[in-house]
């Protein structure tokens, strides 16, 4: 009997051209990893008894891993958003903006605010959908801003707003 999962949330569909570009690489690339897999299963499968054939369990797995990435990345790419400009109004922190934050301690961070498929929080890349960018979004400079956190409330000012050229 399955395991029920419920739905996962909806995600926003915004994305950065440089975002875009990764995930169009990852695409390419994963078709050629699909390839180098397929030929070692086949090998892997002409080695006689399937059941114990450690090789050709783990290629399947492998197969059916990149089959399930490359589904999703297919499905993924045609409904995204690429946002190319940044806004009229570049003082005001919208998707795509790099914000410098600073706490009550004088502590600074830097964030920018991008899609659900390319955060990565080690660089400061933070989702659209996180309660951070929420917080942040539409905030001017010098602007007050309350973030909850796990470990509670979190006073925050906006210290800097830059974007980045995506021409």
Partial sequence: MPRYRPPAQKTSLYITPAGYRVLQDELKSIWKRRADVTVALAA?????????NAEYIYRKKELRGIDRRIRYL???????????HAP????????????SVEDLDGEQA???IVGPDEIDPASGRISVDSPMAR????????DEVKVITPQGEKLLYVVEISYPDNS
């Fill in 110 to 112: 830097r964030y920018q």
């Fill in 135 to 142: 917080a942040l979004l539409k905030k001017c400079l010098d």
């Fill in 74 to 84: 297919q499905k993924r790419l045609p409904a995204l958003t690429v946002v190319h």
């Fill in 88 to 99: 009229a109004d570049k003082n005001r922190i919208f998707f795509g903006a790099w914000v």
């Fill in 44 to 52: 892997a499968a002409a080695e006689g008894d399937r059941s114990e």
